[in-house]
């Protein structure tokens, strides 16, 4: 069963878009991530692939670089025709949000999507009120200051990184295969560079300014694309 977050303008361009929270009766498998619930955040008035190839997926991805343009050179690791179109297929079906639903769970931010599409006081809540949460934005340049406390600035280098940390961001970065780790980067221990050896349920790191910065070496299908960012 899943539910719905949020429907209403995007905080980015302001077209219509909707969050769910899905996982809450069967958490997420995902080995990297553990049993998590997770956020979907999608337009409302079109599917995942046809807002990607049709650059409409800005209300809800914003400037991430790794979206692509027009549905090529798409370096995210998200599949679009699985667990995102399947929400949207399905958003007719979502429940109203109980009360105390996020009590004792951990929630990943933005399974899909940038929380900086929604207003802040829908993330706040949900870190408010869950036991841990995760999360990613890239639109730190520009979002509102306050989602700080509940996400961490995505980049892609180390120019990026150096200006996130300027603005008082604690930062996740996303690196190609030879590239090195910087002064004060973790290694991610969910991946494979880092042996695997805790999941973002154990790990809990990547949860905002309170927390260390974090490195991954790029992987899913679109990987080969991530290069031509650099």
Same mark, same amino acid.
């Given at each position: 069963?899943?539910?719905?977050?949020?429907?209403?303008?995007?905080?980015?361009?302001?077209?219509?878009?909707?969050?769910?929270?899905?996982? +809450?009766?069967?958490?997420? %498998?995902?080995?990297?991530? #553990?049993?998590?619930?997770? %956020?979907?955040?999608? $337009?409302?008035?079109?599917?995942?692939?046809?807002?990607?190839?049709?650059? =409409?997926?800005?209300?809800?991805?914003?400037?991430?670089?790794? &979206? #692509?343009?027009?549905?090529?050179?798409?370096?995210? *690791?998200?599949?679009?025709?699985? =667990?995102?179109?399947?929400?949207?297929?399905?958003?007719?079906?979502?429940?109203?949000?109980?009360?105390? +639903?996020?009590?004792?769970?951990?929630? $990943?931010? #933005?399974? *899909?999507?940038?929380?900086?599409?929604?207003?802040?006081?829908?993330?706040? $809540? +949900?870190?408010?009120?869950?036991?841990?949460?995760?999360? *990613?934005?890239?639109? @730190?340049?520009?979002?509102?200051?306050?989602?700080?406390? *509940?996400?961490?600035?995505?980049?892609?280098?180390?120019?990026?990184?150096?200006?996130?940390?300027?603005?008082? @961001?604690?930062?996740?970065? +996303?690196?190609?295969?030879? !590239?090195? &780790?910087?002064?004060?980067?973790?290694?991610?221990? !969910?991946?494979?560079?880092?042996?695997?050896?805790?999941?973002?349920?154990?790990?809990? $790191?990547?949860?905002?300014?309170? =927390?260390?910065?974090?490195?991954?070496?790029?992987?899913?299908?679109?990987?080969?694309?991530?290069?031509?960012?650099?």
């Amino acid at each position: 069963m899943s539910y719905l977050l949020y429907e209403g303008p995007s905080m980015l361009d302001g077209n219509p878009i909707f969050a769910a929270l899905t996982g +809450i009766e069967r958490p997420s %498998t995902n080995i990297k991530t #553990g049993p998590m619930a997770q %956020t979907f955040i999608l $337009r409302s008035d079109m599917s995942p692939i046809a807002a990607n190839h049709t650059g =409409a997926d800005h209300s809800i991805c914003g400037t991430c670089p790794l &979206k #692509g343009t027009n549905g090529k050179q798409r370096s995210c *690791y998200v599949t679009l025709f699985q =667990a995102p179109n399947n929400v949207y297929r399905y958003r007719d079906r979502l429940k109203p949000l109980p009360r105390n +639903i996020f009590q004792h769970r951990a929630v $990943r931010l #933005g399974a *899909y999507g940038d929380h900086a599409a929604l207003p802040v006081a829908v993330t706040a $809540r +949900i870190a408010k009120h869950a036991a841990m949460t995760t999360g *990613y934005t890239h639109q @730190w340049r520009t979002c509102d200051p306050d989602l700080r406390k *509940y996400l961490m600035a995505s980049c892609e280098s180390a120019a990026d990184r150096e200006l996130a940390k300027q603005m008082g @961001w604690s930062t996740f970065r +996303i690196k190609s295969t030879d !590239a090195p &780790k910087l002064k004060g980067e973790t290694i991610c221990p !969910a991946s494979d560079e880092g042996g695997k050896i805790m999941t973002c349920y154990t790990c809990g $790191r990547c949860s905002g300014n309170q =927390a260390k910065d974090v490195v991954i070496t790029v992987h899913g299908t679109g990987k080969r694309h991530f290069d031509l960012l650099e």
